[in-house]
């Protein structure tokens, strides 16, 4: 099943990268030089905050993107040797000019164009590597018209002349490419920018109304009913959302109509980014989300207007939320994304985690900063998240060779195919909520299958849980001796005590006790997902035989 699924997913890109190369290598770059328009017909609006300090040190040649850290000097920063493919990504996305708008004083401005003066004169004319990548593009794209007032204020006429010149040229490039970019993200990060491009330069109505319906469609095509986006990457949404309500603004601004799909989109979306996040505003570790920008998140929140609580099954995103009395449990209930859009998924399966008013406790380590490969692959391994593991491997594979991984970029090969679900009613004891479901994940490897019981009391102040690994109908026999372990990863705030047969978690003025029917150990864990880099916390750890013990019980209990 892995080998032809790869082979399948290999020529699959090898064509749609031969595909784009035709149509942008080197003898091709003046089909997209044209005139210069004599201005832009709207400025959109950015949601996005930076931080006047970054742009002071970007002023000093010192560019810090990607995990990464550049020195350039007196040079061009668009000279010096990239320290990764990710860092010349981000560089040349110039999406750091949200620091030097929230400076916006006379030297940032200047700063600003002198950076872009750089990149048209070293970078402009080579539609290749990272620069040209059509996420890249697209998000430089957006980046210029979302900042074109800081841009251009006070800027010369000549400077003036070539920036909309280039605004074009890389207009036409994308809409040469869209339908050769990426699927999932990239591909409707450059109809974003296309559709935010025809409203800002002067367009015909019609490039603009098919802009927008490419747009709505495809955002019908990868927002599920629920409102999560087929990745599974609840990150997504923060990301697409930050793009689209500009555009939805814009379109408004300039009397344009709004397309049904990017209203209806917009709808879904709102109430399930509402869905992922935790009491303290962050969102939940999974399949590819990072540290969390609260203060995007707090500004998309504003545009929600349903205000209802969240719903607790987000079906078609496989997520279960469970509340009460302050208590946030979000859990993955679904199978893995399909491979094609699978590149920043995580072997998660049937994980969760848990907070408490504005504290989290369980947590699973989540996606490092961009530009960390070998610290990317550990954190979407299932050892990485608050679920079973069986042998210390994963639930779902990766591809094995590191060429094949670079090439398609790390997606998930087989991986858990069925979810059994089933929904705890209000007759269950103790009137709690919650749900049952298992996986298929380890029927392969080792003829089992992981289920897991999650409970929470009404008030939310005890979360019960149970784990067994059962052997699955009909599976052969394997003479692989298997060792489970089923393991909490601790929020870096929580500090553990072990009395006697339980743990004593202390946390922002509250106190939980964790219990099991086995024995358990506190264990070292990492943090990946954190704004401040990776930080050294604890876990939580149950290892057992599921031969001798095929279930194991265990609780997080409020204690005040």
């Given amino acids: 099943m892995e080998k032809p699924l790869i082979a399948v997913l290999t020529l699959s890109e090898a064509w749609r990268r031969l595909r784009r190369r035709l149509r942008t290598g080197p003898i091709h770059y003046l089909r997209f030089v044209g005139g210069a328009p004599e201005r832009l017909n709207v400025v959109p609006p950015s949601l996005r905050t930076g931080d006047p300090i970054t742009a002071e040190a970007i002023y000093g040649g010192r560019f810090h993107l990607a995990g990464k850290l550049v020195e350039a000097g007196q040079d061009s920063i668009f000279r010096v040797a990239s320290p990764s493919e990710c860092f010349e990504a981000e560089l040349n996305g110039f999406s750091w000019l949200n620091h030097h708008a929230a400076a916006g004083d006379a030297l940032a401005r200047q700063n ?141 601004g300039q009397g344009q109509p709004v ?18 996040r935790h009491a303290d505003g962050s969102l939940a570790l999974f399949n590819g989300t990072g540290p969390s920008e609260l203060q995007l998140l707090a500004a998309l929140m504003r545009f929600d207007e349903t205000l209802g609580d969240p719903i607790s099954h987000a079906r078609h995103s496989g997520y279960h939320r469970l509340t009460g009395g302050g208590t946030v449990v979000i859990a993955d209930t679904g199978c893995p994304p399909p491979a094609a859009l699978s590149h920043n998924a995580h072997a998660g399966t049937l994980a969760f985690e848990l907070s408490s008013e504005m504290a989290r406790i369980v947590v699973n380590c989540g996606r490092p900063t961009v530009g960390q490969p070998e610290l990317k692959r550990l954190g979407r391994s299932t050892a990485a998240h608050s679920t079973v593991t069986l042998n210390d491997r994963s639930s779902s594979r990766f591809a094995a060779h590191s060429n094949l991984d670079r090439f398609l970029g790390s997606p998930l090969v087989p991986g858990p195919t069925t979810i059994a679900l089933e929904e705890l009613g209000d007759d269950h004891a103790a009137r709690t909520s919650g749900f049952r479901a298992s996986h298929n994940g380890y029927e392969r490897d080792f003829g089992v299958l992981h289920s897991r019981m999650l409970a929470l009391s009404p008030d939310g102040g005890r979360l019960e849980g149970r ?49 099991a029917d086995q024995p358990f150990s506190v264990e070292d864990s990492i943090l990946f997902a954190d704004s401040a880099g990776t930080r050294r916390t604890l876990q939580l750890v149950i290892a057992f035989d599921p031969v001798l013990t095929p279930e194991i019980s265990w609780s997080f209990e409020r204690e005040h």
């Fill in 112 to 252: 600003a164009r002198s950076l872009i003066e750089d990149w048209l004169r070293l970078r402009a004319h080579r539609l290749s590597g990272p620069a040209y990548k059509p996420e890249v593009s697209a998000r430089r794209l957006i980046a210029w018209l979302s900042h074109a007032d800081l841009i251009l204020d006070g800027a010369s006429y000549d400077f003036y002349r070539r920036f909309l010149k280039s605004l074009m040229a890389q207009t036409r490039f994308l809409r040469s490419v869209a339908a050769e970019a990426p699927d999932g993200l990239p591909r409707l990060m450059v109809r974003m920018a296309l559709a935010l491009a025809t409203l800002c330069l002067p367009m015909p109505a019609g490039r603009t109304k098919a802009a927008a319906q490419n747009l709505a469609a495809e955002l019908d095509r990868q927002i599920l009913p629920d409102g999560g986006h087929v990745s599974r990457n609840p990150e997504a949404l923060a990301i697409i959302l930050a793009e689209l309500l500009p555009i939805r603004e814009t379109l408004i």
């Fill in 259 to 276: 397309p049904k799909g990017i209203y209806s989109a917009i709808d879904r979306m709102l109430p399930a980014l509402r869905f992922f």
């Fill in 467 to 515: 784990d067994a690994v059962r052997p699955a109908r009909r599976a052969k026999v394997r003479g692989e001796p298997i060792t489970a372990a089923a393991r909490f990863h601790l929020h870096p705030s929580v500090s553990v005590e072990t009395i006697g047969g339980f743990a004593r978690l202390s946390l922002r003025g509250q106190v939980w006790r964790f219990t």
